[in-house]
């Protein structure tokens, strides 16, 4: 085999050790941004229900529940206020007076499901007692499915919205220092020159 293939060889060994090395490290910290742009993710795989609750468009608060019922569910993250045989009037304060019996053009709470990749209004009230794993939401609209798609990077929020957390994990829970992509990227490419310089060298004569 000649100087000049066995460089050849060399270097395409080198470039694609480099880039397997390069690729485990980047798997774990992509990995974890995925699931914390995805808060209801952990939620579900836990068995827990992830409920979310909107006010005409712009999210109220949302988070993960065990608990048994849709009441129950809502409690655990705000105020509800009930009229007449049960009917939820007002969740989060929202809106400022209760209406036990809005008119067919007036915003009232509507209760969703998600099931199969759409939202599907809720045939039962708040004793429903739901699907682990599961999510639903709280929408104060004229019957309009809430706005935003499970599984997105960050669901539709407003200025009084409470934050959901979607910033990446600590380095503890298994990611990277930020410097450490880029310090290895730069490696690749170093290793990928100094290859390519090697294997373009004219052996001296002798």
């Known amino acids: 085999m000649s100087l000049v293939r066995t460089r050849g ?7 694609a050790t480099l880039s397997a090395v390069t690729l485990s490290l980047l798997a774990g910290p992509l990995a974890a941004t995925a699931r914390a742009q995805d808060p209801a993710s952990e939620c579900l795989a ?8 909107f006010e005409q468009g712009t999210e109220l608060v949302a988070g993960c529940t065990h608990a048994q019922t849709g009441m129950a569910r809502l409690l655990e993250f705000t105020t509800v206020q009930t009229a007449g045989q049960g009917f939820i009037c007002q969740i989060a304060g929202r809106p400022d007076r209760c209406v036990a019996d ?9 209760y969703w499901w998600w099931r199969d990749g759409e939202w599907v209004y809720a045939n039962i009230g708040a004793g429903y007692r739901g699907v682990p794993g599961s999510i639903e939401a709280w929408h104060y609209s004229v ?4 706005p935003t798609r ?7 929020t407003g200025a ?10 600590a ?36």
Do not use: C, F
């Open 171 to 206: 380095a503890d829970d298994g990611g990277l220092p930020s410097w450490v992509p880029t310090a290895v990227t730069a490696l690749v490419i170093v290793g990928a020159v100094a290859g390519y310089a090697l294997s373009r060298r004219k052996p001296r004569g002798g």
């Open 9 to 15: 060889l060399a270097l395409r060994l080198w470039i």
């Open 160 to 169: 009084a919205a409470e934050p959901v957390e979607s910033s990446p994990p």
């Open 46 to 53: 836990d068995g827990g229900i992830y409920v979310y609750v």
């Open 150 to 156: 499970p599984g997105d990077p960050q669901p539709s």
């Open 143 to 146: 019957g309009e499915p809430p």
């Open 102 to 110: 809005p008119a067919g053009d007036q915003p009232y709470w509507s």
